[in-house]
C-alpha cells in the first residue's frame, strides 16, 4: 500500500504557493516544496490504492479548499493541479503517478497591522484543519459550501453558499423543512446593528433591487419595491399588504456578508467537534 499522496499543484504567481507552504504545515492538510515543485498532502488522500483514486480524491476536494484559500487570499491568481502525483512507495523510495492537468481559481489581499494579520492568519488555518478533519455529512456539507463560495463571484454563487450553510444549521436544530428553517444566528449576520440576512436573500434574488441582468430570479417573478426618498432604503410590497423594508447589498458588501457566515459557520463546526471529544 502506498502511502503520503502529494498532488502536485502550480501557480502563475508563485508566491502564492510559498505563503501555503508557510501556512498550511498540517499533517491533515499541508503545502509542501519539493525541488522548486509545490504538493498537497491531504489526509484523505492517504489510504487510497493508486494514483488514480488519489487523482479523483482532489478533484473532489480542490474547490473546497479554493475556497478556504479565497476567504484566506481574496485576490490572488489561478492555482491550478498538475500531471503529478508523488508517493512514498514503502521501499523507502518515492514514486510517481502522472495524469491530465484541472484549473480552480484561488484568489489574494491584504492591508491590515501585522497583528491583526496574524490573527486572522492563525482563524484562517483553524478554519482549514477544522474542514480537513470533519467527516461524514458534516465534511459534505462543508465541502459544498466552500466549493460554491470558490467559483466566480455572483448573486448565484453567493446565495448557493448561503443556501448549504442555512440548510446544514437548521438540520443541526432538528428542522428539516424548508417552510419552517430559522435566520441564522443574529451574532453571524448583524453588521452595525442591523441584521442583514434579509438584506442579502432579497438582494440576491429581486431583480428590482440588483437588475434583470444580475438577480437570481426575473422581474416577473420578483416583488415590486418602492423605494424610501432620502434613505438608501426600499420597501418590499408583501402578501397582504405586509411591506419589509430593505436595505439594499451591492454584489461585493454581499461578498463580505458570505465570507462573515461562513467562517462564523465553519468556526462554530470547529467548536462542536471540540465539545464531542471533550
Not at 36 to 48: A, P, R
Not at 57 to 62: D, H, S, V
Request: glycine share 6%; proline share 3%; net charge negative.
Amino acid at each position: 500500500m502506498f502511502s503520503n499522496y502529494r498532488v502536485g499543484i502550480t501557480c502563475a504567481n508563485p508566491t502564492i504557493l510559498q505563503v501555503l507552504v508557510v501556512l498550511l504545515q498540517d499533517s491533515e492538510c499541508k503545502i509542501t516544496e519539493e525541488n522548486s515543485e509545490y504538493f498537497w498532502s491531504f489526509s484523505l488522500f492517504e489510504g487510497l490504492p493508486t494514483g488514480v483514486e488519489v487523482a479523483r480524491r482532489a478533484n473532489e476536494y480542490l474547490p473546497a479548499l479554493n475556497g478556504l484559500v479565497k476567504l484566506r487570499l481574496p485576490d490572488a491568481p489561478k492555482i491550478t493541479r498538475t500531471s503529478k502525483i508523488l508517493y512514498d512507495n514503502g521501499a523507502g523510495g518515492t514514486g510517481m503517478y502522472w495524469e491530465g492537468t484541472i484549473s480552480l481559481p484561488i484568489s489574494y489581499s491584504i492591508s491590515i497591522s501585522e497583528e491583526e494579520q496574524e490573527q486572522r492568519q492563525q482563524r484562517w488555518v483553524a478554519l482549514v484543519m477544522s474542514w480537513a478533519k470533519q467527516e461524514g455529512n458534516a465534511s459534505a456539507a462543508l465541502t459544498n459550501a466552500l466549493t460554491h463560495y470558490g467559483e466566480e463571484v455572483s448573486w448565484n454563487s453567493l446565495f448557493n453558499t448561503y443556501e448549504v450553510i442555512r440548510e446544514d444549521y437548521n438540520k443541526s436544530k432538528g428542522i428539516t423543512n424548508k417552510r419552517n428553517y430559522e435566520l441564522l444566528p443574529d451574532e453571524w449576520t448583524t453588521i452595525n446593528d442591523r441584521n442583514r440576512e434579509k438584506d442579502f436573500t432579497e438582494s440576491a434574488n429581486n431583480a428590482y433591487i440588483s437588475g434583470v441582468s444580475f438577480a437570481r430570479h426575473s422581474l416577473e417573478t420578483s416583488e415590486k419595491v418602492e423605494k424610501v426618498e432620502g434613505t438608501p432604503y426600499v420597501v418590499i410590497a408583501k402578501g397582504s399588504n405586509k411591506k419589509e423594508r430593505i436595505l439594499p447589498m451591492t454584489l461585493w458588501e454581499a461578498k463580505d456578508f458570505i465570507i462573515r457566515i461562513l467562517s462564523n459557520w465553519i468556526a462554530s463546526k470547529q467548536t462542536s467537534q471540540v465539545s464531542e471529544h471533550e
